[in-house]
Each structure stands twice: as structure tokens, then as C-alpha cells.
């Protein structure tokens, strides 16, 4: 159980162009799922927590409107990085929340990772 | 800032025991995480602690004591696919805050 995936799992785009990701729990309803950015060789940086049926909640120094996100249900949000640059190539890894701790027999509220996806923009 | 921090590097022997510290800012503590990342993969769950006290789960175990803004992870039995990073991860509030992590190498 506790199945989160993502969808690309990399991805080459030109500058200027918009990407999106999409993240989705397999086998469970997620009403809370997270976007992390990871540079080489250091930790996951919490960008927004993504809330299903309302707007994301963005961490400082991240921009709202270059990093859209939807949750339109309990089982999927996106990430759309709009007007990509190179400095926005890295390792972007999605994580959902199981409320219930049905999933994975871990406890509740234990966030389960999607594999990532590895954006190179040119 | 809530600061976790765990050493960057580690090195151990096939079948040794290695353990793993963390040490994080105890205001808004929620519970801490352990989590194993092989290079170019996402995290992978691995402990969960609360409590103070031992958590137990095969060759893994992590301990956490609340008092001290301490946790540690002890693998046994290392194995060469044990060989990855570990992150610490504190829960404050709703938020993850994730440790830079520990590498770990298994030498044969």
C-alpha cells in the first residue's frame, strides 16, 4: 500500500516553455499532498503544501505564479512550472499525506514520496 | 530556522552495526521521521517516532528522546544495499523539515 506516483518521471524542456507534473495516490485519498524541490547533493526543500478544493499554501521565496499547483481531487494534484528556466532544473518529488494511516501501516499523517521528477530545462 | 542536523558522511562494514544521529530544535516538534534515498530516487519511508523511547522494525531501528532534540537511526546487519542517504525529517506544525542527510557507504 502507501502508492504515490508521478508522471513525468523526467522531462527535457526549452527555456520559456511551461511544464507540468502530475502526482497521484494509487491507494489512498489524499486531502494534503507536498511538492519538494531537491538540487544535487542536497535535502528536499518544501516548496508548497497543496490542499484538495483549495489554494496551495506556498513556502517563502517560492513564487506563486510561476509554480502553479492544482489538487482538484483526493487523489491527484499538479505542478506546472510556468516560463521555465535552467535554474529551474532539478529534482522535483511530490509526497501525499494518509490521514487515515490505512495505507501503508506506518501511522497516520506519515508522508509517502512519489519516484520524482528530474526536470532539465535548456 | 529549525535546524536538524546529521553528520554528511559515514562509512561502515558489510555486517557491522553503524548508527546515525540527529539532533533538531525542539519547539513545535510533531514527530520525526527517517527516511533512505538511493541517488536519482525519491525518499523512502523507513521510521516514525513520537515517543520517546525505541522503535524497532527488523534490521532498523530509531530512537527518539524529546527532552533532548535528539533521534538516532541504527542499521544492523549492514548490507552494500544499505549504501544511500538518510534524511531526518521533523514534523513541525503540518510541514516536513527535512535534514541535509547522511551518506552512507558499505565497504565489502
Known amino acids: 500500500g502507501a502508492v504515490v506516483s508521478q508522471h513525468p518521471s523526467w522531462v527535457i524542456c526549452k527555456s520559456g516553455t511551461s511544464v507540468k507534473i502530475e502526482c497521484r495516490s494509487l491507494?489512498?485519498?489524499?486531502?494534503?499532498m507536498f511538492w519538494y524541490r531537491q538540487f544535487p547533493k542536497q535535502s528536499l526543500m518544501l516548496m508548497a503544501t497543496s490542499n484538495e478544493g483549495s489554494k496551495a499554501t506556498y513556502e517563502q521565496g517560492v513564487e506563486k505564479d510561476k509554480f502553479l499547483i492544482n489538487h482538484a481531487s483526493l487523489t491527484l494534484s499538479t505542478l506546472t512550472v510556468t516560463s521555465a528556466h535552467p535554474e529551474d532544473s532539478s529534482f522535483y518529488i511530490c509526497s501525499a499525506r494518509d490521514p487515515l494511516g490505512l495505507a501503508g501501516g506506518a501511522g497516520t499523517d506519515t508522508q509517502y514520496f512519489g519516484p520524482g521528477t528530474r526536470l532539465t530545462v535548456l | 530556522g529549525q535546524n536538524i542536523d546529521q553528520p554528511t558522511e559515514m562509512t561502515a562494514t558489510e555486517g557491522a552495526i553503524v548508527q546515525i544521529n540527529c539532533t533538531y530544535q525542539t519547539s513545535g516538534f510533531n514527530g520525526l521521521f527517517w527516511y533512505q534515498q538511493h541517488a536519482g530516487e525519491a525518499p523512502t519511508f523507513l521510521s516514525y517516532?513520537?515517543?520517546?523511547g525505541l522503535e524497532e522494525k527488523g534490521r532498523f531501528s530509531s530512537f527518539l528522546s524529546r527532552s533532548k532534540g535528539y533521534s538516532y537511526l541504527l542499521l544492523k546487519e549492514l548490507q552494500m544495499k544499505d549504501s544511500a542517504s538518510y534524511l531526518c525529517a521533523v514534523e513541525y506544525g503540518n510541514k516536513l523539515v527535512f535534514g541535509a542527510g547522511t551518506i552512507l557507504r558499505v565497504k565489502s
Open positions: 491507494d489512498f485519498q489524499a486531502t494534503t
Open positions: 517516532n513520537v515517543l520517546d
